[in-house]
């Protein structure tokens, strides 16, 4: 089992529609979560973090189960400049960082 | 405050030859990752370091791969005698001082990225 898995899409949703994208991890010691966004061929960009009680940002929705050890991303009323790849990011024991594959959103006008 | 830099931008190498990737972190930062990228693939962690430490490098090929972030000026990803299985975009990061890395919640600051061609 990967340590930490993500569908890689692609999701294609109309624009205002709402998508939401999981994340599973391996490993139950994971201390620290992170959702990233990366462009094509560009450079990753912190979303938001993941806190345990669940944390929300405008659109964007974070919430972290550690029962079932998965990660989410809720994304509300999408945008066409919300198409990008988003990266589930687990921190792990001794400084250890995993990125997940990513999962594609495309948004249509 | 400048974000992480990376330079060159785009790199192309004939096989054989060393490619030398460099990194300048965020001010203040003394944290410094390395990831590759190959296309169509996610981000690959290659190495962690601290000034003039290597922390974990459990992502780095045996061979002719190696890192260091001196004292004084930028980390260098080094590669030697690369081959087309190197072409990809090579990523750093950095994140301040604290537990470490993505350590506590300090999250990773990524430089623009080094897109290396070997033909």
């Known amino acids: 089992r990967k340590e930490v898995e993500q569908d890689p899409g692609p999701f294609n949703v109309p624009e205002g529609a709402t998508v939401a994208f999981n994340c599973t991890y391996s490993?139950?010691?994971?201390?620290?979560f992170f959702w990233y966004r990366q462009d094509c061929r560009k450079e990753p960009k912190l979303l938001m973090s993941?806190?345990?009680s669940g944390n929300e940002d405008g659109r964007f929705t974070a919430q972290l189960n550690r029962a079932s050890q998965y990660i989410s991303l809720l994304i509300r009323d999408s945008k066409l400049s919300d198409s990008a790849t988003y990266l589930c990011?687990?921190?792990?024991?001794?400084?250890?960082?995993?990125f997940g594959i990513g999962t594609k959103l495309q948004v249509i006008p | 405050n400048a974000g992480v830099m990376q330079n060159p931008r785009h790199l192309v190498r004939r096989r054989g030859q060393e490619a030398r990737l460099r990194c300048s972190p965020m001010?203040?930062?003394?944290?410094v990752y390395w990831y590759r990228q190959l296309p169509e693939e996610g981000l690959k962690f290659m190495v962690y370091?601290?000034?003039?430490?290597?922390?974990?490098e459990s992502g780095m090929p045996k061979e002719r791969f190696s890192a260091e972030f001196p004292k004084e000026g930028p980390s260098i990803l080094r590669i030697q005698q690369v081959v087309r299985g190197d072409s990809a975009a090579y990523f750093c990061?950095?994140?301040?001082?604290?537990?470490?890395?993505?350590?506590?919640?300090?999250?990773?600051?990524f430089g623009p990225g080094t897109r290396l061609t070997v033909t």
């Open positions: 990061a950095s994140s301040p001082a604290g537990t470490g890395g993505l350590g506590g919640s300090y999250e990773q600051y």
């Open positions: 490993n139950s010691a994971s201390q620290s």
């Open positions: 993941v806190y345990s």
């Open positions: 990011v687990v921190k792990g024991g001794y400084q250890k960082v995993t």
């Open positions: 001010k203040g930062h003394s944290h």
């Open positions: 370091l601290q000034k003039e430490n290597i922390i974990d």
